[in-house]
Structure formats: C-alpha cells, structure tokens
C-alpha cells in the first residue's frame, strides 16, 4: 500500500514560516514526480508547487513564487515544502501527492497518490 504522510502545520503569524514534511512509503520514492496542494474552506483545490523525481525542475503557483520553495530527499523518502512570508490567504489544508508519469503537472487528477493533509492557519 502507498501511503503519504504529512506533517509540520500549526499555526503561525502573517509573516512567519513554516516546513512541511512529506513522508513516502509504498512505493519507489525517486520514480514519482511529488507536488503540494492546498485547500481552503469554501474554496476549489488549488495547486502549490511540484518537483520532478530528482528534484531537477521545480514548478509554482503564481501565488507562492518567491515565498515558498520545494524540495525532496531521495534518500528519507520526504519532500518538502519551506514556506516563508505567510499570509492569511495561505490558510489551508495542504496536501501531498505523487504522480508517476514523467514531467511536471499542476492538475490534482494528474496525480496517483495523496496524503490526507496538514491544516496550515495563518493569523493576522
């Protein structure tokens, strides 16, 4: 069974950081393209940032660029995602998830497998 989890939410101050962690089991890690989702209430899934299975080639929402930054591990099977600069629009769920097929992809239906989520709340 392929299971993605992930960890690191809480609840911090516009203009504070967070880092969330994405742990991969189930699966050969460095095969998947591996990407963030987010997902606020009343809101559609929205995508966050991707990277490729060596980490090569990184791909953000337009509203992220500049403040968050992806990245992975290969070797603890984790992907990253290191958010600075918060806003309170950025309050969500975030969530991982994996796509096998070569290249990036912004497009939830893209994906193989996904996490269950870390809440994210960003206070004012």
């Known amino acids: 069974q392929v299971l993605l989890v992930e960890s690191g939410g809480g609840l911090v101050q516009a203009g504070g950081s967070l880092r969330l962690s994405c742990a991969a089991s189930g699966l050969t890690f460095n095969s998947y393209a591996m990407a963030w989702f987010r997902q606020a209430p009343g809101k559609e899934r929205e995508f966050v940032a991707a990277?490729?299975?060596?980490?090569?080639?990184?791909y953000y929402a337009d509203s992220v660029k500049g403040r968050f930054t992806i990245s992975r591990d290969n070797a603890k099977n984790t992907v990253y995602l290191q958010m600075n600069s918060l806003k309170p629009e950025d309050t969500a769920v975030y969530y991982c998830a994996a796509r096998f097929r070569f290249g990036l992809a912004s497009k939830g239906y893209d994906y193989n497998f996904w996490g269950q989520g870390t809440q994210v709340t960003v206070s004012s």
């Open positions: 990277i490729t299975r060596s980490g090569g080639d990184t």
